[in-house]
T-cell receptor
Framework: DTEVTQTPKHLVMGMTNKKSLKCEQHMGHRAMYWYKQKAKKPPELMFVYSYEKLSINESVPSRFSPECPNSSLLNLHLHALQPEDSALYLC?????????????FGDGTRLSIL | QKEVEQNSGPLSVPEGAIASLNCTYSDRGSQSFFWYRQYSGKSPELIMFIYSNGDKEDGRFTAQLNKASQYVSLLIRDSQPSDSATYLCAVNTSTGNQFYFGTGTSLTVIP
């Protein structure tokens, strides 16, 4: 069982819908991440939060809006997505931000855009 | 030049053999190196991490790091069919801000 919990596991939405992905960790980690992964590709970093502040935004379109309400929670708000946004969305956490610490991944949310 | 390179495979080994997975990286300042296993349709699972030159062993897994040659490898001894997965190498940047993932090597262990 993963210590990073993501909900929902699957999401199908239309291009005009608004939905949110949720991520929760209780390991006391101070850094949380959103990644996007397409089939047969490595995870692609979207956002990094460090101590609840956004520290990296990898030029992600504004239709993706991250939010970190507290140190244990991370949300990704979705609006007006495109079919090419269909992918596995992964949340991860690490003790501190940056690449020196192992990142632990949740099970992901498989998103399909109709 | 990609920051992290892996042979995409597929790599096939018979059950019980040693599987050797390799990864090279371009940022000479990188200090932290990670191996993840990802089963089809699942999320990446941390297998090992290594920070110092040399070998690090954990059960059937050994990570090897050579910073002078800028490569890191993962050896899987006594390979099992359950080891069949994609193995992702991840390396931190010299600024320490994030990982770079390799494209992954697909491993198949043949019973």
């Amino acid at each position: 069982d993963t210590e990073v919990t993501q909900t929902p596991k699957h999401l199908v939405m239309g291009m005009t819908n608004k939905k949110s992905l949720k991520c929760e960790q209780h390991m006391g980690h101070r850094a949380m991440y959103w990644y996007k992964q397409k089939a047969k590709k490595p995870p692609e970093l979207m956002f990094v939060y460090s101590y609840e502040k956004l520290s990296i935004n990898e030029s992600v379109p504004s239709r993706f809006s991250p939010e970190c309400p507290n140190s244990s929670l991370l949300n990704l708000h979705l609006h007006a997505l495109q079919p090419e946004d269909s992918a596995l969305y992964l949340c991860a956490s690490s003790q501190e931000a940056g690449g020196s610490q192992p990142q632990h991944f949740g099970d992901g949310t498989r998103l399909s855009i109709l | 030049q990609k920051e992290v390179e892996q042979n995409s495979g597929p790599l096939s080994v018979p059950e019980g053999a040693i599987a050797s997975l390799n990864c090279t990286y371009s940022d000479r300042g990188s200090q932290s190196f990670f191996w993840y296993r990802q089963y089809s349709g699942k999320s990446p699972e941390l297998i090992m991490f290594i920070y110092s030159n040399g070998d690090k062993e954990d059960g059937r897994f050994t990570a090897q790091l050579n910073k002078a040659s800028q490569y890191v490898s993962l050896l899987i001894r006594d390979s099992q069919p359950s080891d069949s997965a994609t193995y992702l190498c991840a390396v931190n940047t010299s600024t320490g801000n994030q990982f770079y993932f390799g494209t992954g090597t697909s491993l198949t262990v043949i019973p």
